[in-house]
């Protein structure tokens, strides 16, 4: 299913409290699926109504093709307005999904009530960018060839599921990181938000970068001085798999405006 700006599709998604008073829209990182929030959600208020897409190309929205941060960021605006409670919602983001996040925070700011992302990074132009799509291609691969307890081992206690290879294809990295569209500074966004730079990689080499996270921060503080970044020491890029109820506290303690749980450092 090709993407046509007359008619854009429906993402796939899950909810969970359809009758909570706030949504709260959880947007996955590459080249997995709403499932890598199942760890999480469990440990958000019932009061929040949680919206669980896909992205395009990912878990059961694969067929919707192909994949772009613009693209995912009017259809998760489209599952807003329809789903939402009064059509508006906090948004959280990880890695991928922070690009998705900021960018849907930047061009309908109507929609979001606030933003809470984590491994959001910029990538360079540089002339290893063409062989990047076959380096995440390959690294999935030989992640999934590894016993799950080896890999809880080197990551802090991380529950990191197999990579679904039927949805991470070459096509798929390609679109995710290409030459042609790779990560640009967004426009500043009104949205109080909260951005976090893990202070630990992932297994596949991914690590966040708290310059990146200082960057986005100023651009953030344009138009809402509450926006602000911090790093944690102990977290992991992928902290949501390796300490989801610490992450739920996070995510609730932005929402709610109280003081941040300990640990977390400011940039």
């Known amino acids: 299913m090709s993407l046509n700006e007359d008619a854009l599709p429906d993402l796939c998604f899950a909810t969970f409290n359809p009758t909570g008073k706030t949504s709260v829209v959880l947007v996955h990182g590459a080249l997995v699926s709403g499932l890598y929030w199942d760890l999480v959600w469990p440990h958000l208020p019932s009061s929040y109504h949680l919206l669980v ?3 395009p190309g990912h878990g059961q929205s694969r067929a919707i ?21 009064n059509g508006v919602a906090h948004i959280i983001g990880h890695s ?21 992302i984590s491994g959001f990074e910029v990538f360079p132009r540089t002339a290893l960018t063409p062989y990047i799509p076959y380096a ?3 690294m999935s691969r030989l992640e999934n060839c590894l016993p799950r307890s080896w890999v809880r081992w080197a990551m802090d206690g991380a529950e990191l599921p197999r990579i679904d290879t039927e949805t991470c294809t070459l096509d798929l990295c390609r ?12 426009a500043p966004w009104p949205a109080r938000t909260l951005i976090v730079a893990a202070g630990k990689g992932g297994f596949i080499p991914t690590h966040d970068h708290p310059h990146d996270a200082v960057r986005l921060m100023q651009i953030g503080r344009e138009l809402n001085p509450e ?4 790093t944690h020491p102990q977290m992991r890029h992928p902290w949501n798999r390796q300490a989801p109820q610490f992450f739920a506290q996070t995510a609730e303690a932005w929402i709610e405006g109280w003081e941040m749980p300990e640990g977390f450092v400011k940039l």
């Open 227 to 230: 926006t602000i970044a911090y």
């Open 65 to 85: 093709t192909p994949f772009s941060v613009d693209s995912s960021a009017r259809l998760i605006a489209n599952l807003i307005r329809a789903h939402a409670v």
């Open 136 to 138: 995440a291609w390959t």
């Open 53 to 55: 897409p896909d992205l």
């Open 175 to 186: 679109q995710i990181v290409s030459p042609e569209s790779l990560t640009q500074w967004p």
């Open 96 to 116: 991928l999904g922070a690009q998705v996040a900021i960018r849907l925070a930047a061009k309908e700011p109507s929609l979001v009530s606030s933003v809470f």
